[in-house]
């Protein structure tokens, strides 16, 4: 009979989980981007000289929904998804979607009030343009649990390897 | 590698050379110049030459409307133009040549002129857009407009309804009233014209009864003829309005491309001999005599000197330290290597006169961490030729330049990292060639724990350092038991932890033992018995020592935080593995398509993940600067030196060849 966790085996459930992180990671990002963008275009349509200035802002959202397809892949990799024949229980799978929680909903979470501190950043150098590196700065910090979430999962996803 | 030392500066001059002397010293610009009170009878502050800077500001609203104007035309035939603000390049004396020959008065009007023509062209243009919008359902109706008219007994009028909703809203119409007919003309897009005529009683009922549906009355007032008549004459005017919109823009991209560079610098030109005229309000004159004061570095003393000889014996300089209390501004001066790191200091803010300068501190660390977050040589490779290549191939401001060395730097640590752990863009042992098979110092993916702990420590070591810096300042500024009670109890207690960690087996007693000890010298508490020989100071030594102690939980978060280089390093490697993996399941695709998708994949994978790693890397490296290791020591409350000098925004001034030094 075959081993399963509320009627799903043990391989669906890690691709359960790095799917639930990429889509995590994903629309966070997408949202946050979207969010600082609609700020961005406004100003630029002011002063298109500020593009590159705010290019880096509009960016930053973005790297959450790196932070989601690392979590995985780290999956696929540690799991030999990718050299065919991965073999998992339903309890290592279900342990391994529980690994990847951190990141699908911190870097959702992250990614959208990112986006939302960018918004007031990207006011700041319409404004003063000089102190558009202090403006990076803010938005920056909202991204620290989103790497604390991929460390997290990360090492999850190690000792679960091992 | 320091603050520069700066000293007060005091000119007198005769005034005679005022004038000349302000140009000089704003040419030369190595004077902050500062407005001071001057009490001496006879001696009164200057005021602007009100009428001067009035005509000046007038020009200038000209030159800024001229240059906006034109930026609308110009076409900037520099590369990454998007990215990188065009300059005009200039000599100092064309420069400052360009108020006096300024001859923008007609260009403006014709500027002017222009802008107005194809404002009103634009309005216009939109009315009979929308005047041919509105016209084209009722193009079948063979009645001229002007005919739209009732009689004694019957009302006319006319209006639109959607194509969708018009049996609807005719049944309705002809449930609720029967003296009423209705003439569909025609349709165009989701709209039905209508003529509804009904008799004159009824007309309240019929108004009242479409009123409440999606009909909309229409009318054209001032146009008589049959409705497409009037529409095929308003597309004719539209046209005719439209090849005139282009024939001036065709005008004002020739005057763009003549006139526009000039525009630039003039506004900025101007903008300098406007500062030079309110500079006066910093001066104090009396009948035959100015004086004023500022700031001037040192090491730029003689500049100073040399800017000022052509006045000589008709100025004479003073210089002095700054005296307590004064507020000094700030001028950073490192050696070549650590100069681009400044750009991180000012980021933050630059330090309070005489206060330690960070940027050497904090250099060697963000080298490491910057290196970490990439660690990669082929991406370093690419950093390193990327900046080199904006920094000396592109007309970048000097700003960008320092801030291209400090990503170059970045490239040569990531290079170096990469070496350590053998990245050479992403690709497993087995890909790489022989010579470069090598047992890495640390494989970040197979030793992930390791990696982890490392960049654990690295936070330690530079927590630490901070803390150091911290008792150092303090001990400087004479708070001796600040430093030892403050921050040497720290570092103490770290290292308690540490041997905690490296004997676990004597963990308990070593953590009593120091932590007890820390309380004590954190809470002072052996001064509180036996110098103030207080019971109640004793007891709130505890409490302030145990709250010492609770710091512990504050450091270890900040070191937990430097996770974040191993996250990030991890990221960098995994996102090029992806890309490596995915180019390598598309290239066997049959016809060479395989190779040349895999080609496009790895340059446009990579070039991604080395820009969004650069932006991460860049910011998480400078936030474990500025957040955890300035935190202990560093305040950055400091003024920026800002001299008196020529606006150069968008200009490039290059010295003039063989002129006279420090002439006009």
């Given at each position: 009979m075959e081993d399963l966790i509320l009627g799903i085996p043990g391989l669906a459930w890690a691709y359960f989980?790095?799917?639930?992180?990429?889509?995590?990671?994903?629309?966070?990002?997408?949202?946050?981007?979207?969010?600082?963008?609609?700020?961005?275009?406004?100003?630029?349509?002011?002063?298109?000289?500020?593009?590159?200035?705010?290019?880096?802002?509009?960016?930053?959202?973005?790297?959450?929904?790196?932070?989601?397809?690392?979590?995985?892949?780290?999956?696929?990799?540690?799991?030999?998804?990718?050299?065919?024949?991965?073999?998992?229980?339903?309890?290592?799978?279900?342990?391994?979607?529980?690994?990847?929680?951190?990141?699908?909903?911190?870097?959702?979470?992250?990614?959208?009030?990112?986006?939302?501190?960018?918004?007031?950043?990207?006011?700041?150098?319409?404004?003063?343009?000089?102190?558009?590196?202090?403006?990076?700065?803010?938005?920056?910090?909202?991204?620290?649990?989103?790497?604390?979430?991929?460390?997290?999962?990360?090492?999850?996803?190690?000792?679960?390897?091992? | 590698m320091a603050v520069a030392r700066m000293l007060k500066v005091s000119l007198i001059g005769h005034r005679s050379v005022l004038d000349e002397c302000i140009h000089l010293v704003q040419r030369a610009g190595v004077v902050e110049v500062t407005v001071t009170e001057f009490a001496a009878e006879e001696v009164n502050p200057l005021e602007p030459d009100q009428a001067r800077l009035n005509e000046l500001e007038e020009k200038t609203a000209r030159a800024s409307f001229v240059r906006d104007f034109l930026r609308r035309f110009h076409t900037p035939d520099v590369p990454f133009a998007s990215l990188i603000s065009e300059k005009v390049h200039l000599s100092v004396t064309e420069y400052e040549r360009l108020v006096d020959e300024e001859c923008l008065g007609e260009l403006c009007v014709e500027c002017d002129d222009m802008a107005e023509r194809l404002a009103v062209n634009e309005r216009e243009q939109a009315r009979l857009r929308h005047l041919a919008h509105d016209l084209a359902p009722w193009d079948g109706l063979h009645l001229q407009i002007s005919q739209w008219k009732g009689t004694e007994h019957v009302a006319l009028f006319n209006g639109t309804v959607p194509v969708a909703r018009s049996a609807e809203i005719r049944q309705t119409l002809r449930e609720e009233v029967t003296d009423v007919s209705v003439a569909e003309v025609g349709t165009a897009g989701p709209l039905e014209a209508w003529v509804v005529m009904a008799y004159r009683d009824s007309l309240e009922d019929v108004r009242s009864i479409l009123a409440l549906t999606e009909f909309v009355e229409v009318s054209f007032p001032g146009l008589d003829d049959y409705p497409a008549e009037e529409r095929s004459r308003a597309l004719a005017t539209l046209e005719q309005l439209e090849k005139e919109h282009a024939e001036i823009e065709v005008k004002a991209t020739e005057l763009a491309a003549e006139y526009y560079h000039r525009a630039v610098a003039l506004v900025q030109s101007l903008s300098t001999r406007k500062d030079a005229e309110e500079a006066r309000a910093c001066l104090h004159a009396s009948e035959r005599t100015f004086f004023v004061t500022g700031w001037v570095p040192e090491r730029r003393r003689e500049e100073l000197f040399a800017a000022l000889a052509p006045l000589e014996p008709g100025v004479d300089l003073?210089?002095?330290?700054?005296?307590?209390?004064?507020?000094?501004?700030?001028?950073?001066?490192?050696?070549?290597?650590?100069?681009?790191?400044?750009?991180?200091?000012?980021?933050?803010?630059?330090?309070?006169?005489?206060?330690?300068?960070?940027?050497?501190?904090?250099?060697?660390?963000?080298?490491?961490?910057?290196?970490?977050?990439?660690?990669?040589?082929?991406?370093?490779?690419?950093?390193?030729?990327?900046?080199?290549?904006?920094?000396?191939?592109?007309?970048?401001?000097?700003?960008?330049?320092?801030?291209?060395?400090?990503?170059?730097?970045?490239?040569?640590?990531?290079?170096?990292?990469?070496?350590?752990?053998?990245?050479?863009?992403?690709?497993?042992?087995?890909?790489?060639?022989?010579?470069?098979?090598?047992?890495?110092?640390?494989?970040?993916?197979?030793?992930?724990?390791?990696?982890?702990?490392?960049?654990?420590?690295?936070?330690?070591?530079?927590?630490?350092?901070?803390?150091?810096?911290?008792?150092?300042?303090?001990?400087?500024?004479?708070?001796?038991?600040?430093?030892?009670?403050?921050?040497?109890?720290?570092?103490?207690?770290?290292?308690?932890?540490?041997?905690?960690?490296?004997?676990?087996?004597?963990?308990?007693?070593?953590?009593?033992?120091?932590?007890?000890?820390?309380?004590?010298?954190?809470?002072?508490?052996?001064?509180?018995?036996?110098?103030?020989?207080?019971a109640t100071?004793?007891?709130?030594?505890?409490?302030?020592?145990?709250?010492?102690?609770?710091?512990?939980?504050?450091?270890?978060?900040?070191?937990?935080?430097?996770?974040?280089?191993?996250a990030l390093g991890l990221a960098s490697l995994l996102?090029?593995?992806?890309?490596?993996?995915?180019?390598?399941?598309?290239?066997?695709?049959?016809?060479?398509?395989?190779?040349?998708?895999?080609?496009?994949i790895l340059i446009v994978g990579h070039t991604f993940n080395v820009l969004i790693n650069l932006l991460g890397g860049f910011i998480h490296s400078m936030r474990l600067q500025f957040v955890e290791f300035f935190g202990k020591f560093y305040e950055g409350s400091g003024r920026p030196y800002a001299p008196f000098a020529p606006r150069t925004k968008s200009v490039v001034l290059h010295p003039d060849p063989g002129a006279p030094e420090g002439g006009a």
């Amino acid at each position: 009979m075959e081993d399963l966790i509320l009627g799903i085996p043990g391989l669906a459930w890690a691709y359960f989980g790095a799917a639930l992180a990429a889509i995590g990671g994903g629309m966070g990002s997408a949202i946050g981007i979207s969010t600082v963008s609609n700020t961005v275009t406004g100003i630029i349509t002011e002063d298109a000289e500020k593009f590159g200035k705010l290019l880096p802002l509009t960016a930053m959202p973005g790297t959450q929904g790196v932070y989601g397809l690392i979590t995985a892949f780290l999956v696929f990799i540690f799991f030999g998804f990718f050299e065919g024949g991965a073999q998992l229980t339903a309890t290592q799978g279900f342990q391994v979607f529980l690994a990847c929680l951190p990141v699908a909903f911190v870097c959702f979470v992250s990614a959208v009030y990112q986006g939302a501190a960018a918004v007031g950043a990207a006011g700041m150098i319409a404004r003063r343009d000089e102190d558009a590196g202090k403006a990076l700065i803010f938005p920056a910090l909202v991204e620290t649990y989103a790497v604390f979430s991929l460390v997290l999962s990360v090492i999850m996803l190690l000792f679960l390897a091992e | 590698m320091a603050v520069a030392r700066m000293l007060k500066v005091s000119l007198i001059g005769h005034r005679s050379v005022l004038d000349e002397c302000i140009h000089l010293v704003q040419r030369a610009g190595v004077v902050e110049v500062t407005v001071t009170e001057f009490a001496a009878e006879e001696v009164n502050p200057l005021e602007p030459d009100q009428a001067r800077l009035n005509e000046l500001e007038e020009k200038t609203a000209r030159a800024s409307f001229v240059r906006d104007f034109l930026r609308r035309f110009h076409t900037p035939d520099v590369p990454f133009a998007s990215l990188i603000s065009e300059k005009v390049h200039l000599s100092v004396t064309e420069y400052e040549r360009l108020v006096d020959e300024e001859c923008l008065g007609e260009l403006c009007v014709e500027c002017d002129d222009m802008a107005e023509r194809l404002a009103v062209n634009e309005r216009e243009q939109a009315r009979l857009r929308h005047l041919a919008h509105d016209l084209a359902p009722w193009d079948g109706l063979h009645l001229q407009i002007s005919q739209w008219k009732g009689t004694e007994h019957v009302a006319l009028f006319n209006g639109t309804v959607p194509v969708a909703r018009s049996a609807e809203i005719r049944q309705t119409l002809r449930e609720e009233v029967t003296d009423v007919s209705v003439a569909e003309v025609g349709t165009a897009g989701p709209l039905e014209a209508w003529v509804v005529m009904a008799y004159r009683d009824s007309l309240e009922d019929v108004r009242s009864i479409l009123a409440l549906t999606e009909f909309v009355e229409v009318s054209f007032p001032g146009l008589d003829d049959y409705p497409a008549e009037e529409r095929s004459r308003a597309l004719a005017t539209l046209e005719q309005l439209e090849k005139e919109h282009a024939e001036i823009e065709v005008k004002a991209t020739e005057l763009a491309a003549e006139y526009y560079h000039r525009a630039v610098a003039l506004v900025q030109s101007l903008s300098t001999r406007k500062d030079a005229e309110e500079a006066r309000a910093c001066l104090h004159a009396s009948e035959r005599t100015f004086f004023v004061t500022g700031w001037v570095p040192e090491r730029r003393r003689e500049e100073l000197f040399a800017a000022l000889a052509p006045l000589e014996p008709g100025v004479d300089l003073t210089f002095a330290e700054p005296d307590v209390g004064d507020s000094v501004p700030v001028e950073l001066i490192n050696p070549r290597i650590l100069k681009p790191f400044e750009v991180l200091t000012d980021l933050y803010g630059r330090p309070v006169y005489g206060d330690i300068d960070p940027t050497p501190l904090l250099a060697g660390f963000f080298f490491l961490f910057f290196g970490i977050t990439i660690g990669d040589v082929g991406y370093g490779l690419m950093l390193l030729g990327g900046a080199w290549f904006v920094k000396n191939r592109l007309d970048v401001a000097a700003g960008v330049r320092k801030f291209m060395d400090l990503v170059m730097l970045g490239g040569i640590s990531s290079m170096l990292v990469g070496v350590a752990t053998r990245g050479y863009f992403a690709l497993p042992e087995e890909a790489l060639p022989p010579f470069l098979q090598y047992e890495p110092l640390i494989d970040p993916l197979g030793q992930l724990e390791l990696f982890l702990v490392l960049s654990v420590v690295l936070g330690v070591i530079q927590v630490s350092f901070g803390v150091l810096v911290s008792a150092y300042r303090r001990w400087q500024q004479g708070d001796v038991a600040g430093a030892v009670f403050e921050d040497l109890t720290t570092i103490a207690m770290f290292l308690a932890v540490g041997m905690a960690v490296a004997w676990s087996e004597y963990a308990g007693a070593i953590l009593a033992w120091s932590f007890g000890v820390v309380v004590v010298l954190k809470g002072r508490i052996v001064e509180r018995i036996v110098v103030d020989r207080s019971a109640t100071g004793a007891l709130a030594g505890v409490g302030k020592g145990l709250l010492g102690l609770y710091g512990l939980v504050g450091y270890t978060s900040d070191f937990l935080s430097y996770t974040r280089l191993a996250a990030l390093g991890l990221a960098s490697l995994l996102v090029g593995d992806v890309m490596n993996r995915i180019a390598g399941l598309v290239s066997g695709a049959p016809y060479g398509t395989g190779l040349l998708a895999a080609a496009l994949i790895l340059i446009v994978g990579h070039t991604f993940n080395v820009l969004i790693n650069l932006l991460g890397g860049f910011i998480h490296s400078m936030r474990l600067q500025f957040v955890e290791f300035f935190g202990k020591f560093y305040e950055g409350s400091g003024r920026p030196y800002a001299p008196f000098a020529p606006r150069t925004k968008s200009v490039v001034l290059h010295p003039d060849p063989g002129a006279p030094e420090g002439g006009a």
